[in-house]
């Protein structure tokens, strides 16, 4: 191993701002929490129907992202032309948008009387906004890109040599990708599936927009902490650290996908 | 099965022209400077690039027929690649690597297939995956799985390149013993005059996307066409003009037994170059003083590097070193026989 290169002395300060920056907030929310009503606040239906229902869309989301989104990811890692760039463009446009506006754009198209949601209603016996579906649609819309993106730069730095060698042994492209592409870009899977599943699961300002705020319905758990503020701050905090804890339950064991290995 | 290619593709900076025909049960060894086009007319054949125009065939197959004719996938080709860094699934063990290319067959028996061929190829750990092999074993799980495929034709690019000198030797020797066993069309990139001497039966040189030479070792050796193929040879080689007899090289001029005029290539074997301690007598027309400037040992004969206005090298045994004092450096007299330069026509 080579030793790490000396850190300059001038960024110490900067760089233990930056921590403090970070750890504060955490700090706060413990400080403040109701430690000794935290059981039976958790235990409470409210709470308890927000953390199913933000697992159960957050985890449908995540699925959708992997369904769509990775032959998507594949498509546009296939080449390069005009109307790729303008997919890409189109598919980071969410990451850059607020989200509210994602969601006023979604109730415009999957809406009762947008572009093709009154068309939809009768298909689907139901209508998106302001249902579960239309929670799972939000949460997708802006966690997708995140997934397709990082798969698309995971299949951009494969080394297209395999696939070849696979071809000249038998292996049509349907077989390649699914025994070659696939395997090979497991660990890019991987950590785009956690940042899908992340960003889901924190989604507000499109899930609030195009679902509403429905208890037992549409209210996620960002949603129940940010109504709960206005009546109850104690389960604001509860609500938070929870949130707070399911992050890192599952940061800390994919810890080594997530960040860059040292 | 033939394999007869007549490649036409353009490719960044590199134009590719080049026709040439491997027999059944015939190794040829494609040889090139870098950039020469070699890998790239592999991979036309191997069907990972599509020509521009001109033909592939494989026996009565037409694989490729330029854009306007048929193109058959490299999928169904049935030519076999084995790639320089050997390519190998590294999520996969070599077992698994070998059985990927059976076909026709249940997994179980793909499982035997495999096997059968590890131990042919000397490969004692089939479990083991790519990051635990050495190169040299890496490189014989490719050949395995190249070979377990059962293709109609084999090309092998650069195959001995990345394996160090230890385990080089061996695996050589191992695939000598693939390819003559191997019914179809062999076809080798290789850049070692050694390596190719060893396993192929023919060579096609190839110079910016061109055919410069093709034969047995012997018709290069004896009549290389170009300075690269000389140089690859360890043959001496001079571009001159030539006039009446004479080449005229810069300052130096070479007395030569042709009646060609104009630009040449003249080219003469180490061997051909005599030298003595005295000023010879008798017939060579080409004699001149020259420089000693090193000594290279091979293992039964020596070449002598000369300086001065012609530099040359010549080969001579090692009785002959001590004989005439060349450790000591000086300088000693150069005698070449008009016949024994080979001179072509440019």
Same mark, same amino acid.
């Given at each position: 191993m080579t030793p790490a290169p000396r850190?300059?002395?001038?960024?110490?300060?900067?760089?233990?701002?930056?921590?403090?920056?970070?750890?504060?907030?955490?700090?706060?929310?413990?400080?403040?929490?109701p430690w000794s009503s935290l059981a039976t606040r958790l235990a409470s239906p409210a709470i308890r129907d927000a953390l199913w229902l933000s697992l159960q869309?957050?985890?449908?989301?995540?699925?959708l992202s992997l369904l769509f989104g990775l032959p998507l990811a594949a498509w546009l890692a296939a080449g390069s032309s005009r109307l790729r760039t303008a997919v890409r463009v189109l598919v980071t446009l969410p990451m850059v948008l607020p989200p509210v506006v994602g969601g006023v754009a979604m109730l415009l198209a999957y809406g009762r009387n947008g572009l093709i949601g009154s068309a939809a209603e009768p298909w689907l016996g139901f209508a998106l906004p302001f249902t579960t579906p239309g929670v799972?649609?939000?949460?997708?819309?802006?966690?997708?890109p995140f997934f397709v993106l990082a798969v698309e730069g995971g299949l951009r730095g494969l080394d297209p040599r395999y696939a070849e060698a696979a071809a000249t042994l038998g292996a049509g492209p349907g077989r390649v990708f699914r025994t070659v592409?696939?395997?090979?870009?497991?660990?890019?899977?991987?950590?785009?599936?956690?940042?899908?599943?992340?960003?889901?699961?924190?989604?507000?300002?499109?899930?609030?927009?195009?679902?509403?705020?429905?208890?037992?319905?549409?209210?996620?758990?960002?949603?129940?902490?940010?109504?709960?503020?206005?009546?109850?701050?104690?389960?604001?905090?509860?609500?938070?650290?929870?949130?707070?804890?399911?992050?890192?339950?599952?940061l800390f064991p994919l810890r080594r996908h997530w960040l860059p290995s040292r | 099965?033939?394999?007869?290619?007549?490649?036409?593709?353009?490719?960044?900076?590199?134009?590719?022209?080049?026709?040439?025909?491997?027999?059944?049960?015939?190794?040829?060894?494609?040889?090139?400077?870098n950039g020469a086009g070699k890998t790239t007319a592999l991979r036309c054949l191997a069907g990972l690039l599509r020509l521009d125009a001109g033909s592939i065939t494989l026996g009565e197959r037409r694989l490729d027929g330029g854009p306007d004719g048929p193109f058959v996938p490299p999928e169904h080709r049935g030519i076999g690649l084995l790639f320089q860094d050997h390519l190998l699934f590294p999520h996969r063990t070599a077992l698994q690597n070998v059985a990927y290319g059976v076909r026709g067959a249940s997994r179980k028996r793909a499982r035997a297939i495999a096997g059968a061929w590890l131990e042919r190829v000397g490969i004692a750990t089939p479990e083991l995956r790519p990051a635990q092999l050495s190169g040299g074993q890496a490189q014989r799980v490719a050949l395995a799985r190249a070979l377990a495929s059962n293709p109609s034709a084999l090309l092998l690019d650069e195959p001995l390149a990345a394996i160090d000198a230890s385990a080089r030797f061996e695996l050589r020797r191992l695939l000598r013993e693939h390819l003559r066993a191997f019914p179809g069309p062999?076809?080798?990139?290789? #850049?070692?005059?050694? =390596?190719?001497?060893?396993?192929?039966?023919?060579l096609v040189v190839l110079e910016q996307g061109q055919v410069v030479q093709a034969g047995s070792i012997n018709d290069l050796v004896c009549r290389p066409r170009s300075r690269y193929v000389a140089d690859l040879l360890g043959v001496n080689s001079f571009v001159g003009d030539c006039r =009446?007899? #004479?080449?005229?090289? +810069?300052?130096?001029?070479?007395?030569?037994?042709?009646?060609?005029?104009?630009?040449?290539?003249?080219?003469? #074997?180490?061997?051909?170059?005599?030298?003595?301690?005295?000023?010879?007598? +008798?017939?060579?027309?080409n004699v001149w003083l020259a420089p000693v400037l090193g000594l290279e040992h091979q293992l039964e004969r020596v070449r002598v590097e000369l300086g001065g206005a012609l530099p040359?090298?010549?080969?001579?045994?090692?009785?002959?070193?001590?004989?005439?004092?060349?450790?000591?450096? +000086?300088?000693?007299?150069?005698?070449?026989?008009a016949t024994e330069l080979v001179v072509t026509a440019r």
């Open positions: 850190f300059p002395v001038l960024l110490w300060l900067p760089a233990a701002l930056a921590a403090a920056f970070f750890l504060l907030p955490l700090v706060g929310l413990c400080q403040r929490a869309c957050s985890a449908a989301a995540t699925t799972v649609l939000a949460e997708t819309y802006v966690a997708m592409t696939v395997p090979m870009l497991l660990p890019t899977l991987r950590s785009g599936l956690l940042l899908a599943w992340a960003r889901a699961l924190g989604e507000f300002g499109a899930t609030i927009t195009f679902a509403g705020n429905l208890a037992g319905a549409t209210r996620t758990m960002p949603l129940a902490v940010y109504t709960a503020l206005e009546t109850d701050p104690d389960a604001a905090i509860t609500l938070s650290l929870l949130m707070v804890g399911i992050a890192a339950a599952v | 099965m033939k394999l007869a290619a007549d490649l036409h593709l353009r490719r960044g900076t590199l134009r590719l022209d080049a026709g040439f025909v491997v027999a059944p049960g015939s190794t040829v060894a494609l040889l090139g400077p062999r076809l080798l990139v290789l #850049h070692d005059i050694a =390596d190719a001497l060893a396993l192929a039966d023919r =009446d007899g #004479h080449v005229r090289l +810069g300052a130096a001029s070479l007395t030569v037994a042709t009646a060609t005029t104009g630009e040449v290539l003249v080219t003469v #074997h180490p061997r051909a170059v005599s030298l003595f301690r005295s000023r010879p007598e +008798g017939s060579p027309r040359v090298v010549a080969e001579v045994t090692r009785a002959a070193v001590d004989e005439l004092r060349l450790a000591d450096g +000086g300088e000693v007299w150069v005698a070449i026989k």
